[in-house]
């Protein structure tokens, strides 16, 4: 099945929230019209998030379009108990993984407090945010080297929290980690980044 990926379309008559909710409520009936609306209001969150996890463009393009065949294939049994962004999220994150793995690439993983103790890394800096910074060209780049050399569990956590704005719950549910799991990786994904960052500043 081949999409048409377009600009999102307004919602007009509906709060933002009612008109989503209608949307997937259609498009779990099997209404095609309706998920053609759905991939025009995420195609470019998700194609966004893809090609982070991906480094490959071509094989970013098809782990995109993957997940919204896989999205109109399973959209039946949707069951609500997640958010449609987070079920999204993690159709198109078990892709990446299943593509890695197909490739047998081996990946090279940080040591991990994956702890359900949520006050283990509540100390994460939180006030230490690159993404937010106004950065010139070469420090930007050298963000998205830090964030493309990292292992993909990090990249994952640190993409969907600073860059999709996601709460850890959800991020939990899209990964399908502990909340402890996800804070434990966000630091380290953080601690990674700045390392990366101050690389390039000595540097320079």
Not at 51 to 68: E, G, I, K, Y
Not at 77 to 105: E, K, M, P, Q, Y
Not at 183 to 195: I, P, V
């Amino acid at each position: 099945m081949e999409l048409a990926l377009g600009a999102p379309r307004l919602f007009r008559t509906k709060s933002p929230e009612a008109a989503e909710s209608s949307l997937v409520d259609r498009c779990r009936r099997g209404d095609a019209e309706a998920f053609g609306q759905f991939v025009d209001l995420y195609q470019a969150r998700v194609t966004g998030f893809v090609r982070r996890m991906v480094s490959n463009p071509d094989d970013a393009a098809d782990v995109a379009q993957d997940t919204f065949l896989r999205a109109y294939q399973s959209f039946g049994r949707f069951d609500g108990r997640s958010s449609v962004r987070t079920w999204l999220f993690r159709i198109a994150h078990n892709l990446c993984i299943d593509r890695a793995r197909r490739l047998d690439r081996r990946v090279e993983e940080a040591a991990l407090v994956d702890s359900e103790d949520d006050s283990a890394m509540d100390v994460a800096d939180e006030r230490w945010q690159p993404e937010r910074l106004v950065l010139d060209g070469e420090l930007r780049d050298a963000v998205e080297r830090g964030i493309a050399s990292m292992s993909e569990k990090l990249r994952a956590v640190l993409l969907l929290h600073d860059r999709e704005e996601l709460p850890y719950e959800e991020i939990g549910k899209a990964l399908g980690i502990p909340v402890g799991t996800v804070k434990s990786r966000l630091f380290l994904a953080r601690a990674h980044l700045q390392t990366a960052v101050k690389s390039y500043l000595e540097e320079v």
